[in-house]
């Protein structure tokens, strides 16, 4: 079926800390996948994507991984900081009815302390 | 500047009543989207538009009716309001239909039906 979903509900770091946020996908078809940062009160912000022909994809601080074996999907964010602190979500692109629709994982909750 | 804009941004109204939810995007967007986010954070497509087509009904309750006026547009209105309708709603939109084109989120809507 269609669904997205993650291993830990929240995940508690500390300041400085590197975080690692996990996400399993069930659609062995999806060719690309997106990570989205939700802060309190507002709506989804893209961080990063990676395609299928990747396994690994960096930006400033952040690093996505995908192992398409097992259907796995990583965030890793270095040096985690207070303004980290957010609901991340994978999402998938799922092809249906000829369109392109974008599909969400349950979320973690990512919380930094000081 | 906001990018993608809604109203409002609260919204609590008693069983039964009618109500909209409009959407406004300055990109230059093609194409709209509604997702529905309930209280446990999962976040699901409704609907989406293209050119002010529809593209994606995610078998919506036919008490959801988006209507799109024009390209920036995408306004959805819900009748009959009941207590699971309650969420918060937000509206996106991305460049066109292409599978990379990341899709911007407004800020959502809460709507609480008493």
């Known amino acids: 079926g269609e669904s997205v979903g993650l291993h830990l509900p929240t995940l508690s770091v500390q300041e400085g800390d590197n975080s690692i946020i996990n996400c399993a996908y069930s659609n062995s078809a999806s060719d690309y996948f997106i990570w989205y940062k939700q802060e309190s009160g507002k709506g989804p912000q893209f961080i990063i994507d990676i395609r299928s022909n990747m396994d690994k994809r960096q930006g400033q601080r952040v690093t996505v991984l995908l192992n398409k074996t097992v259907k796995h999907l990583s965030l890793q964010i270095a040096a985690t900081q207070p303004g980290d602190s957010a609901v991340y979500f994978c999402?998938?692109?799922?092809?249906?009815?000829?369109?392109?629709?974008?599909?969400f994982g349950a979320g973690t909750r990512l919380a930094v302390h000081p | 500047d906001t990018a993608v804009s809604q109203t409002p941004k609260y919204l609590v109204t008693q069983m039964g009543n009618d109500k909209s939810i409009k959407c406004e995007q300055n990109?230059?967007?093609?194409?709209m989207y509604w997702y529905k986010q309930d209280s446990k954070k999962f976040l699901k497509i409704m609907f989406s538009y293209n050119n002010k087509e529809l593209i994606i009904n995610e078998t919506v309750p036919n008490r959801f009716s988006p209507k799109s006026p024009d390209k920036a547009h995408l306004n959805l209105h819900i009748n009959s309001l009941e207590l699971g309708d309650s969420a918060v709603y937000f509206c996106?939109?991305?460049?066109?239909?292409?599978?990379?084109?990341?899709?911007?989120f407004g800020p959502g809507t809460r709507l609480t039906v008493l």
């Open positions: 990109l230059g967007h093609d194409t």
């Open positions: 999402a998938e692109i799922l092809l249906s009815g000829g369109y392109n629709k974008l599909i």
């Open positions: 996106a939109s991305s460049q066109d239909l292409r599978t990379d084109n990341e899709q911007f």
